[in-house]
């Protein structure tokens, strides 16, 4: 499944591998998503707020971490942010 990393309310925390190659895209080449894709504030996969960094989940302002990486009010890995990942 493509990941849509071009989403514009992107979090300014999300990173991705396609962000640092200085080659210009091949039109002959298929354009693929490699979905390695970690947070910036915890340098994993897993945000701040215990939930799966990637496009689908880092573009939405009302994610507590999002741009701040800051989650004062949660508990990182709780089980009631484990049972909003499922």
Known sequence: MM???T???LCPGLRWKGQFL???PDPLVQ???EGLFWCVHTQTCVGPDGRLAEP???HSPRRPCYGTGKCDD???GSESNM???L
Do not use: G, M, N, Y
Request: with cysteine; charged share 35%; proline share 5%.
């Open 3 to 5: 990941t849509d990393a």
């Open 7 to 9: 989403h514009p309310d």
């Open 22 to 24: 200085t080659a210009e």
């Open 31 to 33: 354009a693929c998503s």
């Open 56 to 58: 689908r989940k880092c």
């Open 74 to 76: 949660l508990l990182v």
């Open 83 to 85: 049972k909003a990942e």
